[in-house]
């Protein structure tokens, strides 16, 4: 099990902006991804990024308002969340797809840690 330390969660207001951030000495070489739970519904993928950081891919519904990026010098994964929705109110966390690309990363993962607590009020 990867150890890591999740932070950045938080409650905004629609409209606003949140940083999430994921450390680890784990990280190995292929593809990290966020990945989020909200009430009642399936932890799905939003955001992937492959090893070295120049390829991503987002889910519509995220698409033009978050950006997944990586720092491999500080074993970190980020995630900068911008025109934050209700819909958005969920928990977030910090995890790899199984085929270690972004191939059907949306479905296809594991994650770690407790996650972080992001809230959207209206």
């Known amino acids: 099990q990867v150890q890591v330390e999740e932070s950045g969660g938080g409650l905004v207001q629609a409209g606003g902006s949140l940083k999430l951030s994921c450390t680890s000495s784990?990280?190995?070489?292929?593809?990290l991804g966020w990945f989020r739970q909200a009430p009642g519904k399936q932890r799905e993928g939003i955001a992937c990024i492959n090893w070295r950081g120049d390829i991503t891919t987002y889910v519509d519904s995220v698409k033009g308002r978050f950006t997944i990026s990586t720092d491999n010098a500080k074993h970190s994964l980020y995630l900068q969340m911008e025109g934050l929705k209700p819909e958005d109110t969920a928990r977030y966390y910090c995890?790899?797809?199984?085929?270690?690309?972004?191939?059907?990363?949306?479905?296809?993962?594991?994650?770690w840690g407790q996650g972080t607590q992001v809230t959207v009020s209206s």
């Open positions: 784990d990280f190995e070489e292929y593809a």
């Open positions: 995890g790899a797809p199984l085929h270690r690309n972004c191939r059907d990363y949306e479905t296809y993962f594991s994650t």
